[in-house]
C-alpha cells in the first residue's frame, strides 16, 4: 500500500480565480503611466506604454504618454511620429503642446509655433500653449512677442518656474539687464530645478550666470594722478 501510495501522482492545485486572467485596460496602463511621469521614469514609461499599445493600438493618450517620454529622453522625431498618429485621433490642447515641443528641440521653430498657436486656438486658457509660443518666440529672436507670450502664461499660471524662466530671457534677449534678473531670480526661488522642456537646456541659475556676465559694465579705470605720470 504505502509503494502504491507513492507512485500515485501529485497533482498541484491551480487557481482559476477571474483575477488570474484579468487584462489590465487602455485606463489602467494610462494610471500607471501617469504615475510613471510623476517619479520621471522615463524609459519604465516608455515600456509600458510599449506594452499597453500592443494591446490598445489606436489608444492615442498612451501614444502621447510614450511620446512624452521619448521627448524627454532626447528621441524627438519618435516623438513627433507618435503624436502625428495620435492628435488626428483626438486632437487635444496638450497634443499640440507635446509635439510643439518636440519640434522646438529639433530648430523646427515654424512648426513649434504653429502647434503653439493650435493648442491656444483650442483653449486660450491652456497656459502650455502660451509657455511654449513664447519658447518658441525666443528662439526665434523675437523678443518682444516672446515676452507677451510669456506674460499671457503667466496669467495663467503664476507661479511656474519655467514661465519665469522665459520671461527672464526674453527680458535680456531685450537689452533689460535689470528685468532680467528679477525674473530669473524668482523664477530660481520658485524651483531652481524644474523639469526642463527636453535635456540639455540650460536651467534658470545657468542663464543667470550668463546674464550677469553679459550685462556686466566693465569698471572704469581711474585717472591716473600727477605722481603716476611718467
Known amino acids: 500500500l504505502m509503494a502504491a501510495a507513492a507512485a500515485a501522482p501529485v497533482t498541484a492545485s491551480i487557481s482559476t480565480s477571474p ?7 487602455a485606463s489602467d496602463y494610462e494610471r500607471e503611466g501617469m504615475g510613471l511621469m510623476a517619479v520621471r521614469d522615463w524609459n519604465g514609461l516608455i515600456n509600458l506604454t510599449s506594452e499597453g499599445l ?4 489606436e489608444e492615442a493618450e498612451l501614444m502621447c504618454l510614450k511620446a512624452y517620454a521619448h521627448r524627454k529622453t532626447g528621441h524627438f522625431q519618435e516623438a513627433v ?12 490642447p496638450a497634443r499640440f503642446a507635446n509635439r510643439g515641443y518636440a519640434f522646438l528641440a529639433m530648430g523646427r521653430t515654424k512648426e513649434a509655433l504653429e502647434d503653439a498657436e493650435q493648442a491656444i486656438l483650442l483653449n486660450s486658457s491652456y497656459s502650455s500653449g502660451h509657455g511654449l509660443k513664447a519658447e518658441t518666440l525666443l528662439a526665434m529672436g523675437d523678443f518682444p512677442a516672446a515676452l507677451a ?4 502664461a503667466l496669467a495663467l499660471e503664476p507661479e511656474s518656474a519655467h514661465y519665469w524662466h522665459i520671461r ?7 537689452g533689460d539687464c535689470s528685468g532680467a ?3 530669473l531670480e524668482y523664477s530660481i526661488s520658485l524651483k531652481n530645478e524644474y523639469d526642463l522642456p527636453w535635456p540639455g537646456l540650460p536651467n534658470a541659475s545657468m542663464d543667470l550666470a550668463k546674464v550677469r556676465s553679459a550685462c556686466m559694465k566693465p569698471e572704469e579705470t581711474p585717472a591716473p594722478t600727477q605722481a603716476a605720470l611718467p
Open 54 to 57: 500592443s494591446l490598445y493600438p
Open 181 to 183: 534678473f528679477v525674473s
Open 168 to 174: 527672464g530671457n526674453a527680458l535680456a534677449g531685450s
Open 149 to 152: 507670450a510669456a506674460d499671457a
Open 19 to 25: 483575477s488570474d486572467d484579468y487584462q489590465m485596460k
Open 81 to 92: 511620429d507618435l503624436l502625428n498618429v495620435a492628435i488626428p485621433l483626438d486632437p487635444r
